[in-house]
Each structure stands twice: as structure tokens, then as C-alpha cells.
């Protein structure tokens, strides 16, 4: 048995990552996709990459994603043919160690309700489910479809001089610490595979949203209004607008993910095009 902890994944690990995430989603019947980047981890130092290999084959992992300083987020998966032997333990034991360093407190660990080993693991853990997350595909381009009705509202792709006034715009809709908003738009402004928009209102900053370029696919996130512009359609008309913008580059697989609790937003995306095609559950640990 070999273990390895990464802060970051070349070409050919994150294949044998790949390669195990697929045999386990045929197994347990998953719908989702893992998330590989990074980039977005506060601090790129962390290894919350950890692989265990037998015969210098990669049959279990954990994969953390660590956005601020408060949580990181688990995804484990092991090779069926692997389980029950103990290698998931023993990588949540160096999960837990390595994310002590940095004064991490919580765990969240993400689930699809029908792996059946998946919950049985989280049953052993003790501990509670805290919301479920739908991921959306967006699956009408019809060009009967107006995407978007106000036509003052104007989406530009961000330039580094907006950072500081899109910092402000995501502590306002999104209540996060300045030092979390400035890390998160940071990373995005780094990323190569990201592309961060904003939404301006007769010249006022009044939206931002976030695309990212994986497995093929434009995942929408951070799409938020200023709160002082809220309940007018221009989260409606944002969300139309980067549809458009996305449909001119030549995406066609496009997706969307929402907290089961945000009913307003879950409808609005349906009524935009989205279809719900699977579901994530995440329980929290305070370690």
C-alpha cells in the first residue's frame, strides 16, 4: 500500500482518477461528475489530494475541495473490488490530519442518496444531513426561447480593475468575509479555465456570475444581484445573457447547481431551460 498527498494534479494522476471515478459511477449508478480544480482552494499549499494505491494501482482516493478556511469538502471513492478493507478510514485519518494544519474545523461530505455503500459509510460516521444540492443541465436552445427581456442590462466579461467593486458585490449577495470574496474572485481571475462575468445596470455594477471549463462541460456558479436590485428579473435576465454569451462560443453542454433550500432560484433556472438531473446530499462534521 502506497499513499500520496497532492496540492496538485498532472495529466496522468488525474486520468487514474478519472479512470476510478467511472468504474464507481457504473457501480453505485451516480449521475454527477468530480470537480479536479483546485485553483479555488484558499490556499494552494493544502495536499487535499490523497491516493492510495495497491501494486502501483490507484484504488481509493479522497479529493477536497477548500474554498475558505471554515470547510473543506469531501468526495471519496474506492474501487468496488477494494472496499471493505479499511482505505477509507485510512484516508479520512490523513484528510483530517492535513486539513488540522490549516485550522479547518469542519468536514462536509458529499453523497448521492442512491449509493447504497456511500451512505452506509456516512451512517458510520454519525452524522446529519444538512441540505441536498441539485445539479441542472440546461437543455433548451430554442430560438422561440427570450432569454432575456431588459435589454439596459448589459453582461461584460470582468477586467482586474472590477475586482475590488465585484469583492463588494459578493460580501452584499453572498455575505462572505472580504478575505473570502477577494480569495474566490482571486483564483477565478487566475484560473485559465474560468471566466468571470458581471451584470451592469445603466452603468451600475449590479450582478456577477462565474463559468467553469470541465470534462467538456460550462458550469455556471456564483450568479447572484445585488441585494439593493433584487426581485426585478435581472437574476432572470443575467442568467439569459450568459446562456447567449455561452451559445455564441459554441457551448453546448451547460450546467447549473442549487441548494434544495433556495426554492426561488430552483424554479428560475427550470423556467430558463434547466433540467434537474441528479442530486448531491452533504452532511457536516465538526472535527
Request: hydrophobic content about 35%.
Amino acid at each position: 500500500m502506497i499513499i500520496k498527498k497532492l496540492n496538485k494534479l498532472n495529466n496522468h494522476i488525474m486520468e487514474e482518477i478519472r479512470e476510478v471515478e467511472r468504474s464507481c459511477k457504473e457501480y453505485d449508478k451516480l449521475e454527477g461528475n468530480l470537480f479536479l480544480d483546485t485553483s479555488l482552494n484558499f490556499n494552494q499549499e493544502i495536499e487535499g489530494n490523497i491516493l492510495l494505491y495497491e501494486e502501483k494501482k490507484l484504488v481509493s482516493f479522497i479529493t477536497m475541495f477548500i474554498p475558505t478556511s471554515e470547510e473543506a469538502e469531501i468526495s471519496a471513492y474506492t474501487l468496488p473490488e477494494y472496499r471493505q478493507r479499511g482505505y477509507f478510514k485510512r484516508l479520512l485519518t490523513e484528510a483530517i490530519e492535513e486539513i488540522k494544519k490549516y485550522k479547518i474545523q469542519d468536514l462536509v461530505f458529499v453523497c448521492e442518496p442512491q449509493s447504497v455503500d456511500g451512505i452506509e459509510t456516512i451512517k458510520k460516521l454519525k452524522v446529519e444531513l444538512e441540505f441536498t444540492e441539485y445539479f441542472l443541465r440546461f437543455k433548451d436552445f430554442s430560438e422561440k426561447r427570450e432569454l432575456s427581456k431588459n435589454r439596459s442590462l448589459k453582461l461584460y466579461k470582468a477586467k482586474p480593475e472590477d475586482i475590488e467593486n465585484i469583492i463588494s458585490l459578493s460580501q452584499d449577495i453572498f455575505e462572505d468575509s472580504y478575505e473570502d470574496a477577494r480569495n474566490i474572485i482571486i483564483r477565478t481571475f487566475e484560473a485559465d479555465s474560468r471566466l468571470q462575468y458581471i451584470a451592469k445596470l445603466d452603468e451600475v455594477l449590479v450582478g456577477m456570475g462565474t463559468v467553469s471549463f470541465e470534462n467538456d462541460e460550462a458550469s455556471i456558479s456564483g450568479l447572484g444581484i445585488s441585494t439593493q436590485y433584487q426581485g426585478k428579473g435581472l437574476g432572470r435576465d443575467m442568467l439569459g445573457l450568459i446562456l447567449s454569451e455561452l451559445k455564441r462560443e459554441g457551448a453546448e453542454n451547460i450546467t447549473i447547481e442549487v441548494d434544495s433550500d433556495n426554492e426561488v432560484a430552483f424554479n428560475l433556472y427550470k423556467k430558463c431551460g434547466f433540467e434537474a438531473e441528479a442530486s448531491f446530499n452533504y452532511y457536516r462534521k465538526r472535527i
